[in-house]
């Protein structure tokens, strides 16, 4: 599984920090959405092809936080 990509919100701490990767995997795209760290929790969501993952990661990174990408 190779990194593509890394976001995270700008804010320290366990409580308030974010962070969304993305991940290829043989053609097969995830996404990771982490809260609180690196020891924090993280869901997944797979999709199908770069675009619709693309798409995915950019709905999720909209919104107020000034995310940084890494």
Do not use: C
């Not at 990194?3 to 991940?23: I, M, T």
């Not at 290829?24 to 675009?51: C, M, N, T, Y």
């Amino acid at each position: 599984m190779e990194k593509r990509r890394h976001f995270w919100n700008g804010s320290w701490g366990r409580l308030a920090r974010r962070d969304v990767l993305l991940y290829e995997d043989g053609g097969q795209w995830l996404i990771e959405v982490r809260v609180g760290g690196a020891e924090g929790r993280s869901r997944w969501i797979p999709r199908e092809d770069e675009d619709a993952a693309l798409d995915e990661l950019r709905a999720l990174l909209s919104g107020t936080a000034d995310w940084r990408e890494l």
